[in-house]
RNA sequence: GGGAUCGUAGUUCAGUUGGUUAGAACGCCGGCCUGUCAAGCCGGAGGUCGCGAGUUCGAGUCUCGUCGGUCCCGCCA
C-alpha cells in the first residue's frame, strides 16, 4: 500500500498537475467502456478518478471489475476538469486525478444495503451491519458533532477550573431509582456490583475530598424500558462544585450549554436561561419540560363548565383548554386526537370551534350564549380558531393535554427546529406519593436538599416540602438536572427517614456517604448533562440512535454482535450462579 | 407488563372480495459503450411471503400464537 499524499477532501485547482497518491472506498464506478469513473471517498470528502484506456498502464480489464465499497490505493496526476464537466456540488469538482497506478487493498461482497442512501435499509439491518452505516454521510456528521461537543466540554470547564475524575464503574448497588445492571463477583462469591446509574455518591465524596470542581464525561446505566431518547447506556457530562448555590449553578450552567452550541453549531443562546417553577410549567404547559418553541398555553375552563349544561366536567377536578389560533380540525382528525389523548388516560376530548362570532359544533350547545361570549373574550379566541377540552383529575388532565399541545405542534409544524430555547424549570417537589409502596420517593434523588425555610416541614408536611433541585430543558427535552445536596448527616438521616429507608438499611446502603459526612463535607451542588440527548439537539435529531455510534434496540438488544447472549455453565459455575429459568 | 404499527427477491416496496406460474425499482452476474457524476442501453440469475399452528377445495391475503424492528403508556431517584 502506497500511504496518502492527501485526502479524498482536498485537492482544487491550485494542485493541477501534481502527483499524488490516494487511498479510500468506491463511493460510486461510472463504466464507459474505454474510461471509467470512480469516485473515491474517505471520511474528509469524495473525488474523481479517471480511468483512460488509451493512457492507464495497468491492466484496464481489473479497473472495469472495480465495485462499489472497494478499498483502494491510488497513484495519478491532478488534472483540471473541462469547464463542462466541472462539478459544483463537490469541494473537489474542480479536478480529477489521472489514475496510473491501482493497487486493491480490500475486495467488498455484495453489499446487504447502499451505503450512500441510509433509508435505502430498514433500521434492524442498519444496525446489525451497523459498522457499514456509519459509513453513511449522516452519521458521520454526528459522530463528528458529538466530538467536538466532547472537546468544547472539556475545554470549557478546563477554563472554569474544574478537574476531570474517573469514579468506579463497578460500584455498589443502592435501592432508590432505577433498576441496577448487575454484576456478579467472582471472588465473593454470592455478591454483585452495580453499574453506575450515575456517580452521585462519588462526586459528593469528591466534594469532601476537597476537590472543590469536579466534572466527568461518564457512562451511566439504567435497567429500564428504552425510548427514541433513552437508551440503557447513556452519556452524561457529570458535574459537582462546593461552596455554591443554585445561581452559582445556573450560571455554569448557561455558560457550558452556550459555549457549546457556539463552538459546535455558531449558535449563540441567551446569556441568561429563563427560569420556571415546577407548578408553572405543570399549570401552563401540562409538563415539566416544556418547549417554548411555540405558544398554545393550557387554560383554565373549569369556571366556565361549570356553569355550562355539560355535565360529564362537573365531577372532573381540573378541566383544561387548549386554544388553536387559526385552526379547524376535521372530525376525522378530532377523532385522531381523541385516539391520541386516551393513550394518556383522558376519557374523551371535547372541542369547539368559533365562527360567526360565536361558538359551534362539540359540546358548544351546553353553553349559553353569554357563557360563550365569556369564554371568547377571556381566552381570546377568534373566528376560526377552536378549542380542545380536557376534563379528569388533574394529573391526568395535565399530562393528556400537555401530550395533545405537542402534538398539534408537530402536526402544524410549529416548532422551527434551527430554534432553541433553554429553559430552567424549578421549584420541584421534594417527595412524590408512591400509591403501590405505600410511601414517599424522592422526585430527584435522595440527596437533594430542601429549601432552607421547609425543613421544619420535613416532619409536619413533607408532601409540601420544595426541594433545591433544578432541570435545564432545551426544546421539550430535560436536558440536564441537578440539585443543591445535603452535606448534614442528621438532615441526611431524616431525609432517609422520610423515604421509609430503616436506619440499618440507611447505615448498610450509604453508610459511607453518612460517614464521610462527618468529616468536614462543604456545601455542594451540582448538575448532570445528557450528553448524548444535548448530540441529538445539536445534530437536529430526534433519535439517540443517531448520536450512539452502537447502539442497543427498543428491546435492549444489539443486533451487530447479538448481545446479551447466554454464557457457558463454566462461567456461571465460577459465579456461583445457577440459572432459574423465568415462568 | 400494556397499546399501536411493520415483517414479501440481497435491499426498498407493490400484490384486488382468499383463486393459474408472487411483480417493480435498485443492487448482483454477463454483454455494449471514451466525459460521467443517481451515467446509459441490452440480457440473465435471484422467493421457505419472519416462524408455527388453524380455518378453507385453495392462504402472501383470514384467525390464533410466537419471534424481531419502530413509536407510545407504565417504568426511567
Sequence with gaps: MKKRTHTCGELTKNDVSKSVVL????????????????DLRDRY??????????????????????SIEDVISISGTVQPRADEAVNPGMFTGEIEVAVNSLVILNETEPLPFVITDRESASEDFR???????????ELQKNMITRHRAYQAVRSYLTNEQFIEVETPVLMKSTPEGARDYLVPSRIHNGKFFALPQSPQTYKQLLMISGFDRYFQIVKCFRDEDLRADRQPEFTQIDLEMSFVDEQDIYALGEGLTGSVFKEVLGVSLPQKFPVMTYNEAMDTYGTDKPDLRFELQLKDVKPFTDASDFNAFKSAETVKGLVLPGMQYSRKIIDQMTDFVKQYGAKGLAWMKAENGVLSGGISKFLSEDLQQKLRNELEINDGDMIFMIGDAKETVLQSTGALRNEIARRENLAKESDFKPLWV????????????KRFI??????????????????????NVISRGYDLVINGYEVAGGSIRIHERDLQSKVFKLLGISKEEADQKFGFLLNAFRYGAPP???????????VMLL???????????????????????ESPSPVSNTQLDELGIVLKGRD
Excluded: C
Design 23 to 38: 487511498n479510500g472506498w468506491i463511493n460510486t464506478v461510472r463504466l464507459h467502456g474505454q474510461v471509467v469513473f470512480v
Design 45 to 66: 470528502g469524495k473525488t474523481q478518478l479517471v480511468f483512460n484506456a488509451d493512457t492507464y498502464p495497468g491492466d484496464f480489464d481489473a479497473v472495469k471489475k472495480l
Design 127 to 137: 444496525l446489525k451491519y451497523r459498522y457499514l452505516e456509519l459509513r453513511t454521510e
Design 426 to 437: 424549578v421549584d420541584f417537589p421534594m417527595f412524590e406519593w408512591d400509591e403501590d409502596d
Design 442 to 463: 424522592a422526585m430527584h434523588h435522595p440527596f437533594t436538599a430542601p429549601k432552607n425555610e421547609d425543613i421544619d416541614k420535613l416532619t409536619s408536611d413533607p408532601k
Design 524 to 534: 455542594h451542588g451540582g448538575i448532570a448533562f445528557g450528553f448524548d440527548r444535548l
Design 539 to 561: 445534530a437536529g435529531t430526534h433519535n439517540i440512535r443517531d448520536v450512539i455510534a452502537f447502539p442497543k434496540t427498543t428491546s435492549a438488544m444489539s443486533l451487530m454482535d
